[in-house]
């Protein structure tokens, strides 16, 4: 049995949807599927989850937000009349979206997830009712009633493992099982979304509750390719990578994988394989426990803007018994994770992602770490970009760092920071953003530009 989920793009229209059920109807072990809600069509459309947002926040300033529910409901609109559905979709849509914009507001964040989640939740009902009137068995599930447990806020929605053995029975549901992505439900009801791109996790859960033999994803990519296709052209594809590997790589900027949809498949070993809607037949890429290493060291090579350094001096740090727990204490705080800390003897930097700073908690922390803790020099700076080498085999390999450093070179850009981690699995450079094409681009050719894809 086999768990599919099928992203915004595969969902995006009417067509798209088509092929869908192509994919589902010519492998009778495709049983469980997971949806987006409606993507892309084209590089300038809007996704169906970006018009959910700008509808609620309409709503959540009590401003009129008719003309942005009406471009949600045209979305549906024409996807459900190309289907040749009746109209009785469309009225459930609509009452559906109305009764969520009447929800209490008090907790704009959950107000917002509830919105965002309709996106998914509708688009699995609609594409139940296509697969039924085309004669296939089909069953929408609710993630409330298929057990899609989350936690509460105020803490990062996860999955909770109670919702579990609940979640396994959909393996012995008759016919095809509907279900929505994005979203969960806590023990006491309350809906919470994952973050962007979340479905991709539900997906991984249920293959991982279910015990899936494989869990298939489908975007419009033909495989995961070893630098993103949009900046690189034409790179390798990846034909098979371990979890590590693609954490690495979703982690540092391959947004055709969420970074925490691995974890539920790497717990009980289920191998994923990332596949075309598009193109079904393509071999796209499969992740797995262990693999074959090749004679080529990196697997591939992710970039991402985004990040601030926190940089620290004080003379003595070294000899200064818990400086960095202090330090880290103080970003704990106000709430904020880090992504690497380099240091120095006296000096020690924190890198963070933008997202989690605002003007109040930086000012906030400049304060603390001057006062506190007594530093002798303290500033943020940002604009700054990660490139980030991933494969299993770089620890057995010589010379990388500096390979790497040369093709770096090259272009002109300085390295702001250079990190490896203990498993030397992934080795991470900070540069500036505005290099950071030029920089992705130079050590690609370093790397791929003149080997035949071994891997
Ligand atoms: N290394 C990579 N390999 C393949 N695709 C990548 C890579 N890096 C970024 N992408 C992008 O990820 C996209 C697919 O992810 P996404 O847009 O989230 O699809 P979906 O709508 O199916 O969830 C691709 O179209 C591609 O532009
Ligand atoms: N629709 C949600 C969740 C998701 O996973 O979408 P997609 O499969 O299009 O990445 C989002 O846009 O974030």
């Known amino acids: 049995m086999k768990v599919c989920k099928f992203g915004g793009t595969s969902v995006a229209s009417a067509q798209q949807i088509k092929k869908v059920a192509n ?22 459309d809007t996704k169906v989850t970006d018009l959910l947002i700008l509808l609620a926040e309409k709503a959540l300033i009590g401003q009129d937000a008719e003309s942005e529910l009406q471009q949600v409901l045209a979305r549906y609109e024409e996807i459900a009349e190309e289907l040749g559905l009746d109209g009785s979709m469309n009225t459930v849509i609509e009452k559906d979206l109305r009764e969520r914009l009447s929800l209490d507001k008090e907790d704009p964040i959950l107000f917002m997830d509830s919105l965002k989640a309709s996106g ?69 009801g309350t809906l919470r979304t994952f973050n962007r791109g979340g479905s991709d996790i539900t997906g991984s859960l249920l293959a991982a509750a279910t015990g899936a033999e494989l869990y298939e994803n489908f975007t419009d990519v033909d495989s995961v390719f ?8 034409q790179p390798c594809a990846i034909h098979t990578m371990t979890y590590r590997e693609m954490r690495e790589l979703s982690y540092a900027g ?15 070993s289920i191998p994923v394989c990332i596949k075309n809607t598009n193109n079904p037949s393509a071999r796209g890429t499969m992740i797995v426990k262990e693999r074959e290493c090749g004679s080529q060291p990196v697997v ?31 970003l704990e705080d106000e709430e904020i994770p880090f992504e690497h800390t380099p240091s120095g003897i006296d000096n020690m930097s924190v ?3 933008d997202t989690f700073l605002t003007e109040e908690k930086e000012a906030r922390i400049l304060h603390r770490v001057k006062e506190d803790l007594d530093a002798d020099d303290v500033y943020f700076r940002r604009d700054y970009s990660m490139v980030v080498l991933v494969g299993e085999r ?11 450093a040369t093709a770096i070179a090259k272009t002109g850009a300085s390295i702001q920071m250079i ?8 080795l991470v450079f900070g540069i500036h953003k505005k290099d950071e094409t030029d920089v992705l681009r130079s050590l690609y050719d370093e790397f791929f530009q003149t080997a035949i894809a071994r891997v």
Do not use: W
């Open 300 to 330: 591939g090579i992710a970039a991402d803007d985004g990040f601030s350094t926190l940089f620290v001096d004080k003379y003595l740090m070294n000899v200064e018994i818990g400086f960095g727990r202090r330090l880290l204490q103080i």
């Open 226 to 233: 070893s630098a993103n296709p949009n900046v690189v052209e």
């Open 23 to 44: 994919i589902i109807h010519s492998d009778s072990s495709r049983k469980i599927i997971v949806v987006s809600a409606p993507g892309k069509r084209h590089s300038d």
């Open 120 to 188: 998914e939740d509708n688009n699995a009902k609609l594409i139940a009712a296509y697969l039924q009137s085309i004669g296939m068995e089909a069953t929408y599930v609710c993630p409330k009633e298929g057990g899609l447990l989350v936690n509460e806020r105020p803490q990062r929605v996860q999955a909770l493992p109670e919702g579990e053995e609940l979640l396994a029975e959909l393996r012995n549901r008759r016919g095809i099982i509907v279900f929505p992505g994005f979203f969960g439900y806590t023990k006491d």
């Open 351 to 353: 890198i963070i992602r």
């Open 254 to 268: 391959f947004t055709v994988f969420h970074e925490e949809a691995l974890r539920p498949a790497f717990l009980r």
């Open 394 to 404: 770089m620890r057995d390999t010589t010379g990388l760092t500096a390979r790497a």
């Open 419 to 426: 990190n490896q981690g203990s498993t030397e699995v992934s």
